[in-house]
């Protein structure tokens, strides 16, 4: 089991952390092929898979979930004021699994793996454990 | 394999489980560490990890996703009337892998494991394998 | 490690996809019980678990990710005018955890293996990795 810590650094933010889960792959020499399980110990942020080519995508994300979702919404009651990140959490999942090959993660060709801040700036621990 | 089985009480409730998987997990003494992964055999409730301190987030979360998805949309053409409960589903999603060291699950302070129920109340049955 | 290949004919379409998951199960006759893992290595589709009895709940689905994340939303800047598809990718989700035993996957009465596409059509990869 390792622990990646990630620094985000605005309110709602896109971290992609790939090379950092390739790297713990890495130093996992004996390991030839398995699923890479990632999750993160926190309520206000998801991990996710999308394109790291156009950083628009990210932006056009993160813009969507804030309009639809809004920080200050008619009936929300909880006292910190930040359920929108909670719901945002739960909809994008704080776990995944990624199936990996002679020491290689097998994502396609656009994707990566991003931490989603929904409430930062934070350090946020994401757990990796291969199996 | 074991099954958890949850009794929801109303249409839409979230039904904190972290207890019912940490008891099947002291079961198993002999594991060390490892992921349990958790799978609903059904279709109109999901799984999520969320905060477990105010009990306002799960109904703040509640409440948005009625709003957002109502059971009676224009166009939805369902017979049974529950189409909202089938996309709530898909969004939070019908699994969860957490890993645990030690026989303990490596959640976050603040999380708890949650079955969604929306479209209740009825029995739900939570698949939870451990590798 | 298996890949499935998926031809979507349709922007917008779920292809379930849960007779080729178990063509792949039975025909690793050594394994009692487990869990699945399967993985689509695109940006653009997802997949989910949902009810595969009445045809109507995969079109609510569709009509309902379809309003609410509409194609053309003020403010999306990615050039290939696709963010929604890449939007609903990430709230649906790009794995799945399914558990097995006798090599059959425990799937509920109504649940079916999807894969949505949101970015047709096109030839899809889903991996399929049995632990």
């Known amino acids: 089991m390792k622990t990646l810590k990630i620094q985000s650094k605005q309110r709602e933010e896109m971290i992609e952390i790939t090379a950092q889960v390739e790297q713990v792959l890495r130093a996992e020499r004996e390991l030839k092929d398995g699923v890479c399980v990632l999750f ?3 309520t206000t942020c998801g991990l996710t898979i999308n394109e790291n080519a156009d950083p628009d995508v990210k ?12 920080q200050f919404y008619e009936g929300f009651r909880h006292f910190e004021h930040n359920s929108d990140a909670h719901i945002k959490a739960s909809l994008v999942g704080a776990s995944l699994t990624v199936p990996f090959a002679d020491g290689t993660l097998l994502l396609g060709r656009w994707q990566g793996i991003y931490l989603c801040e929904f409430d930062g700036a934070r350090e946020r621990k994401v757990l990796l454990k291969i199996i």
């Open 40 to 42: 993160t110990q926190h």
């Open 59 to 70: 932006s056009d994300l993160l813009l969507f979930l804030r309009k639809t979702i809004p």
